[in-house]
DNA sequence: TTTTTGATTTACCGATCGGTAAAATAATAT
DNA sequence: ATATTATTTTACCGATCGGTAAATCAAAAA
């Protein structure tokens, strides 16, 4: 009753998925790649995963899980005099910089749903747009004045340079980008 | 000897190369879908350009020739006491809000060429590069200090909103940011 | 008018795509 | 040991991909 190995097989196959997802984009990943990096035969991933569609959708929860829970979740220096602001801001980018993985995957269809209509898409698509607005709220929070337009101005500039090759956009040139735009 | 009807054809297919790649990734794109735009058969792009990774090539061209001609072309205001950033900004923006396409087209494979090393790709980078850093020049003209990492973020958020469907970054939201980072 | 050349279409190729059926394997229950 | 169930593989499907060869059509040259 209780699954035996198949458990693992599917976790191991999801990860597979985040890993091609992040250097490729969907229409560029094959069920073929993600087999391979999950040394297992294609077929299988159909045991586990109804459709390529399905599989993208899992891998697309679990990285805003893993974004959300670093960003939003307990900091270390809660309750102190530091801003909530700047606290999320610090977690952001050093999510950024540990979990780039996650960050290139959400990038690289974060606009797909504006042309696809099906029932995945668009639930991918509330599901980016509530986090945008999770930023928005933050901002909010401190600023009494958040548009919905600079949250999303936020994660845009993150995003980018999620892709961009380790190195290119150091963090701390970021982080005072955004701060400045923060400020007035 | 001078072409015939040739080029009026050629050049049909070449828009319609950059309506598609403006709408739909390279990958999604197949050269069937750009024949249909072009009301013409699959074969017949053949007759006129080499293969799909070259078409691209033209079309991510003609889109710079028209983004950096309305962007670092002559202004409007040229020589009023209007400072150059403010001048480019304002092109930099009329562009996006009447040209959509040609930024779209762009933003969809700015990051494509860190995986590919082929020939057409590393010179399409090349161009992105170019582009970039005659923004770092502009802005370092003025304020003196331009990191190209500034520059980069701000092609990166401008080419952002130019795949969120219309209206949902005001272009006068856009240059607030852009106009904030620039400041101190 | 006939011939030549440029332009376009029809018919097709091998490779790869997402996905399925069914057989083979491996582990558990009886 | 045997039957049952969960897991994995082999073999394949139709559709679509980028691309090619060759036939057809249309316009200019002779």
Same mark, same amino acid.
């Given at each position: 009753?209780?699954?035996?190995?198949?458990?693992?097989?599917?976790q191991?196959?999801l990860?597979?998925?985040?890993e /091609?997802?992040?250097? @490729?984009?969907? /229409?560029?990943?094959?069920?073929?790649?993600?087999?391979?990096?999950?040394?297992? &035969?294609?077929p299988?991933?159909y045991y586990?995963?109804?459709?390529?569609?399905?599989l993208?959708?899992? /891998? +697309?929860?679990?990285?805003?899980?893993?974004l959300?829970d670093?960003?939003?979740g307990p &900091?270390?220096e809660?309750?102190?005099?530091?801003r909530?602001?700047k606290q999320?801001l610090?977690?952001?980018?050093?999510?950024l910089r540990?979990?780039r993985?996650?960050l290139?995957l959400?990038?690289r269809? @974060?606009?797909k749903?504006y042309?696809?209509k099906? @029932?995945n +898409?668009?639930?991918m698509k @509330?599901?980016?747009?509530?986090?945008?607005?999770?930023?928005a709220?933050?901002?909010a929070?401190?600023?009494?004045n958040?548009?919905p337009e600079f949250a999303? /101005?936020i994660?845009d500039?993150?995003g980018?340079?999620?892709l961009l090759?380790?190195?290119?956009?150091?963090?701390?040139?970021?982080?005072?980008?955004?701060?400045?735009?923060?400020?007035?």
């Open positions: 009753m209780a699954t035996r190995m198949g458990n693992k097989t599917r191991a196959i990860e597979a998925a985040r /091609a997802f992040a250097s @490729k984009s969907y /229409a560029e990943v094959s069920m073929e790649d993600i087999a391979k990096i999950a040394h297992v &035969k294609k299988l991933i586990y995963f109804p459709s390529k569609e399905d993208f959708k899992e /891998a +697309w929860d679990e990285a805003f899980r893993d959300e670093k960003v939003f &900091k270390e809660e309750g102190k005099y530091v909530k602001v999320f610090r977690a952001y980018i050093d999510f540990n979990d993985k996650s290139r959400i990038e269809e @974060k606009n749903f042309s696809e099906s @029932k +898409w668009q639930y @509330k599901r980016y747009d509530v986090f945008v607005q999770q930023v709220d933050v901002i929070s401190e600023t009494g958040s548009s999303r /101005a994660t500039i993150v980018s340079s999620a090759p380790e190195g290119q956009m150091s963090p701390k040139t970021l982080e005072l980008i955004i701060i400045k735009g923060l400020k007035p």
